[in-house]
């Protein structure tokens, strides 16, 4: 089952309902897991924050989301 998320979901969002998200927040040197601010974050804010490519982002949080699913 594909997993989506709304341009509006915060990074403590996407971790919380997808832990498999989290490999990939760390892989990109991305420190949000505990941080204060990941639950006002939306992953254009985070790329933005940490000089990332968005899509880039956006492409892996979703294949780690889909391959840690179950269904």
Known sequence: MKRKFG???TM???M?????AIRIV???GM???GCPIASF???ADAAREHDL???KLRCD???AMDAGDPD
């Open 7 to 9: 341009d509006d979901a």
């Open 16 to 20: 919380r309902k997808a832990p498999a």
């Open 53 to 55: 490519n968005e899509e």
């Open 26 to 28: 760390l892989r990109h």
């Open 12 to 14: 403590d969002e996407i």
């Open 41 to 43: 974050h939306t992953i």
């Open 61 to 63: 949080l979703l294949a």
């Open 31 to 33: 420190l949000c897991v």
